[in-house]
């Protein structure tokens, strides 16, 4: 199934900035373009060293887990398990248009 390729190919760039050791911290379909069939993420003006404190920029709301104060891969994977449920059933967020 072609969305399913999509996300695979999502959750590659996601795994690929983890072994540079970044957290993009704002995985959202808004940060997804297309070149030609493949998925890539853009807007890494949230992308952080694994580890690092968060700081007062924040993500977009209902794409990212509320609780925790460090960056960690769980907070890409967060959002990449929404933005699974979006592209693969349709499923939105609160507040999304």
Not at 72 to 84: I, V
Request: with cysteine.
């Amino acid at each position: 199934m072609e969305r399913t390729r999509y996300c695979e190919g999502i959750e590659a760039g996601i795994r690929h900035l983890y072994q540079l050791g970044l957290i993009h911290r704002d995985i959202n379909p808004t940060n997804i373009i297309m070149d030609g069939d493949t998925p890539v993420i853009i807007d890494f003006d949230s992308c952080v060293p694994v580890g690092e404190k968060l700081g007062e920029k924040t993500a977009t709301p209902d794409w990212q887990p509320k609780e925790g104060n460090f960056t960690t891969a769980e907070r890409n994977f967060y959002g990449l398990k929404k933005l699974k449920d979006f592209i693969l059933h349709d499923i939105k967020p609160p507040f999304w248009p």
